[in-house]
């Protein structure tokens, strides 16, 4: 099984302030600083140099742009982007991330009414397939307390 799956899981306030603290910063580091960088050379050399009129923040923004791209668009090294759909996982592999998953979910009381409602769809449809006479689908109502199974259980037993 793979194990250099990572999930980035964003809860609550923290997980929305780490959210927007790594935009921020891709935002800096990819946008804004060689923006700047960009403005503050042109602007040198506009007044050092040649007679160019100055440019802000923002048209230094787009100058990097276009120095980036024109950088992919005309290096000899071409850029490859493979796209490509991944492996399927074998059955014992989607039982054991499903399982792990489950363990996961076990404290969130939504996700675990979330995964009863979709068990009782999954077992309405299959008796829903099955065709078995005498047995209408309407009659059937899911289980919505794990201890009600239990007890029905104990009870067949004991029979």
């Not at 959210?19 to 935002?27: D, E, Q």
């Not at 996982?89 to 979709?118: N, P």
């Not at 077992?123 to 209408?136: A, T």
């Amino acid at each position: 099984m793979k194990k250099n799956i990572n999930i980035i899981q964003v809860k609550g306030f923290r997980g929305i302030l780490y959210l927007v603290f790594m935009g921020c910063c891709f935002a800096a580091g990819f946008g804004w600083f060689p923006g700047w960088s960009c403005m503050k050379l042109w602007n040198f050399a506009a007044s050092h140099w040649i007679q160019i009129p100055q440019i802000g923040i923002f048209q230094g923004i787009l100058l990097w742009g276009i120095i980036a791209a024109s950088y992919f668009t005309f290096r000899k090294d071409k850029l490859v982007v493979c796209m490509k759909s991944s492996e399927g996982l074998s059955e014992e592999e989607l039982r054991s991330v499903f399982a792990d998953m489950k363990k996961q979910i076990k404290d969130d009381a939504f996700l675990k009414s979330m995964m009863k409602a979709h068990e009782a769809e999954l077992r309405i449809k299959n008796l829903s397939e099955m065709n078995i006479p005498g047995v209408d689908i309407k009659d059937i109502k899911p289980v919505s307390n794990s201890n009600a199974n239990n007890k029905t259980a104990e009870k067949a037993e004991t029979k």
